[in-house]
């Protein structure tokens, strides 16, 4: 990977950051939400020796992960890599793109997610949300904070949307809720990974334990 470009949540600033392996464990995900979201829990659980990385969408993990693989002089010191991106509509064509990507890199491919394969590196996927035909990392989030009194009001809000006439988002609805959610919290501004460093998600919720597991199995 020659490097990757990230928005700046804040700003939207485009800002080209050279990725470079540090660390003996390498977790692939999306983007940076996703960057921020899973270093938090990694931080959350103690583990110290997983390096996390947005690849710049979901699009990119195909070409991004073998241009890593066959640049990155410290990809062959990887010994266990970890790939997650959410299933969207469609949960096994999802992991049919990443088990792609890995045989266009000729790596080592799983048959089933969240069951690595017995090779160096070692390689694991997570589709998000586990066990579900379709979603994404949001409806885990989402999940987590069911019971949390602000939810019957960001329930209110789109309902509150229709009484009036005014479709609610179809594509992405889950996102917009996770984004009318987090504007409850006491800086209304954060992106969800940010979120994730600033304690919005209870790690502790049943809905992580999935995650969780996967994370300590890498």
Known sequence: ????????PRCNERIEEKLKIVKPKLLIVEGRDEEEFFEAFLENLKIGDVQVAGVGGKTKIRSNLKTLKTTDPYFAQVTSLGIVRDADEDHRAAFTAVQDALKAASLPCPKKQLVSTKTLPKVTVM???????HG?????????VKDDPAMSCVDDYFG??????IDRPVKDFVKAKARVFLSSREDPTLALGIAAKKGCWPFGAAGFDSVKEFLRSL
Not at 1 to 6: K, L, S
Not at 127 to 133: H, R, Y
Not at 137 to 144: Q, T
Not at 160 to 165: F, S
């Open 160 to 165: 509150c949307l229709e009484t009036k006439g």
């Open 1 to 8: 990977m020659a490097g990757r470009i990230i928005i700046c």
């Open 136 to 144: 994404s990392l949001e409806d885990i989030c989402l999940g987590s």
């Open 127 to 133: 589709i998000l949300p586990p066990g579900a035909s």
